[in-house]
């Protein structure tokens, strides 16, 4: 008998342009297979040319996948969920911002956000698992509002402690905590992944 393939592992980035030193780059380059959603080119704060860039990447795969995103992508991967369907076996969704509440300069604000449909963003529980990694001082999100992000996902909750927003402007590079809980998906498990055990 075969054993299970592990799941194609698709990242979804967040707002800003790719990092080579952030953690889901370095990740990717970690898993083979590893897919990264593209940024769509001259799509500014539009939230459905991210779904629909993230959509576009999940028709060209077969089988189940992992979704793994990071700040505005966690809510990139949450409108997605309420709106298509695809055979996604759980979301690693690292340190959503609140995008109900004003986030610090140089971030946009509630009008723009709202004009480009990230709000309302959606509180119903997601089709597949989910866990939601949270920081206790991203500057872009109070602990307990993250907190109850997860709650109205379904999500089970992790602290992963003072990190910051979780990105290279907070010291992060390697976050080798990821390929722990992605584990928990059923990644890393067949002996020619690449990730240890």
Known sequence: MNPTPDPTVVLVPGLRDHVPDHWQTLLAARIPGAVTVPPPTDAGLARDARVAALNDTLSRIEGPVVLVAHSAGVLTTVHWAARHRHPVRGALLATPPDFDTPLPDGHPGPGALRENG????????????????????????????????????????????????????????QWP?????????????????????
């Open 118 to 173: 990230w709000l309302p963003v959606p509180r119903t529980p997601l089709p597949f698992p989910g866990i939601v990694a949270a920081s206790t001082n991203d500057p872009l999100a109070r602990f307990d509002r993250v907190a109850g992000l997860a709650r109205d996902w379904g999500s089970r909750l992790v602290d992963i402690g003072p990190v910051g927003h979780l990105n290279p402007a907070s010291g992060y590079g």
């Open 177 to 197: 905590q990821a390929l722990d809980l992605l584990r928990t998906f059923g990644c890393g498990t067949s002996p020619d992944t690449g990730v240890p055990a």
